[in-house]
């Protein structure tokens, strides 16, 4: 079975600071990847995807990733951090071989983001 | 229009009521989710429907029952709950079901305390 680990439950940066939150896969066969940001008594917002061709992938708000496959990782980053990004972060993945696991979108832990000032 | 709407916001309710959320999408998804998320933890998924078919049942407890009325709507029926139950329960939306590599739209979700 597929699944996700996000290193680090809380990271803290500063205001105009890089923002490097991390996410390993774990899949015998590379699967869809995800990221979402999650604000406080929100729903869930797609920041950026993976499913195929290039492996840097640019999102929404300033955000990329990277698909290493090499490495099994999909970290998200973003040069310069905003008071607004602070927010829960989830890497998420889904089983690209299909199967009884159709539909199904498997999260990581989180990764709650905090930016001083 | 690439809501989803979930009604009500909040819900309390007590251990002997019988209650449900409501989801609603107009973007032609054919795929619909149901998912409980707990303080502090990851969205958990319960049920896949699939063109208006249940496909996934996550062994979710036969309190917790789904309904599809049609490809616009997901209503979650709820009876005989218990304080353990209380959460976030978000529902989501998708394009398709399989694969599974487009995006799920989540809706704000509904805050529900069990007392």
């Known amino acids: 079975a597929q699944s996700v680990t996000q290193l680090g439950s809380h990271v803290s940066v500063s205001e105009g600071a890089l923002v490097l939150l991390r996410c390993n896969y774990s899949s015998s066969v590379p699967p869809y990847l995800f990221w979402y940001v999650q604000y406080p008594n929100q729903g869930l917002q797609l920041l950026l995807k993976y499913t195929t061709g290039a492996t840097l992938v640019k999102g929404i708000n300033g955000f990329e990733a990277e698909f290493k496959k090499s490495e099994t990782s999909f970290h998200l980053t973003k040069p310069s951090a905003h008071m607004s990004d602070a927010a829960e972060y989830f890497c998420?993945?889904?089983?690209?071989?299909?199967?009884?696991?159709?539909?199904?979108?498997?999260f990581g832990q989180g990764t709650i983001l905090t930016v001083h000032p | 229009d690439t809501e989803v709407t979930q009604t009500p916001k909040h819900l309390v309710m007590g251990m002997t009521n019988k209650k449900s959320l409501k989801c609603e999408q107009h973007?032609?998804?054919?795929?619909m989710y149901w998912y409980k998320q707990k303080a502090k933890k990851p969205p958990e998924l319960m049920f896949v429907?699939?063109?208006?078919?249940?496909?996934i049942n996550e062994s979710v407890p036969s309190r917790f029952s789904p309904e599809c009325p049609n490809s616009s709507l997901l209503n979650l029926h709820l009876h005989a709950l218990q304080p353990e139950d209380s959460a976030l329960y978000l529902c989501?939306?998708?394009?398709?079901?399989?694969?599974?590599?487009?995006?799920?739209?989540f809706g704000q979700g509904t805050r529900l305390t069990v007392v």
């Open positions: 973007m032609g998804h054919r795929a």
């Open positions: 998420a993945v889904s089983d690209r071989a299909g199967g009884t696991s159709y539909g199904k979108l498997t």
């Open positions: 989501a939306s998708s394009h398709r079901v399989a694969p599974m590599n487009t995006e799920a739209f």
């Open positions: 429907y699939s063109y208006e078919k249940l496909s």
